[in-house]
């Protein structure tokens, strides 16, 4: 399964992130040492402005996938999180680009390694990061978040198979319905016709009985010879 647009947006927001944290470090080290820093400046001017543009991207297509109700609230929230580490790393970097604070803070072995004296890269400039991905690398992370979208889909496989079984069951209740619905026309119908008979036959007794009693008030009127 392929990964999701947004998690390779985000990644690649991250790594430009990285790459802004170390043009400020090879920036500042070459105003120590005198350097020419014009190029680099205008190199981190565009990828700051770049940096920035990417985020709200990243904000305003997960507005539209949560209305739309195309991932799940808990991921929602999770994903808002992620951006807003992303936000408070990119208002940092634009400090340390203008020089509103020091290259300490976070400090030249963050910024190069994420704290790790293994050189392993891991996102810079984490601010309030969420203690699931504290320590993560980009692949990791990326690992993490794809484990997260495949149990997401297999519960929504789950959910769609018992749709699918409640479907079924009410097609098969509406049929069954149905049929009981004819049976009980066809028992209103024969009761209709019984009950027009029974009218028919009561009507006939009715003149049979006035039939038979004005036979016997003729017999009794005739006198004997």
Known sequence: MSQDLWLQNYDAACRLSQEIAENIHERNRQQRTGGNTAKLNMTLRASLQKLKQNIAQLRETLI???????????????????????????????????????????????????????????????????????????????????????????????????????????QEIGNELGEQNEIIDDLAQLVDKTDSRIKNVTHRVKLLDTKSASCGECSASVEPL
């Open 64 to 170: 539209r996938a949560s209305a739309q109700r195309h991932i799940m609230q808990a991921e929602a929230d999770r994903r808002q999180n992620l951006v807003d580490d992303l936000a408070t790393r990119e208002t940092r970097l634009n400090a340390s680009f203008n020089g509103d604070i020091s290259e300490a803070e976070p400090a030249r072995s963050s910024l190069m390694t994420g704290g790790h004296g293994s050189g392993h890269a891991v996102n810079p400039w984490l601010v309030n990061e969420s203690e699931e991905t504290r320590g993560l690398g980009f692949g990791e992370i990326k690992h993490q978040q794809q484990q997260i979208i495949e149990a997401q889909d297999a519960g929504l496989d789950a959910l769609a198979a018992v749709i699918s079984r409640q479907k079924q069951m009410g």
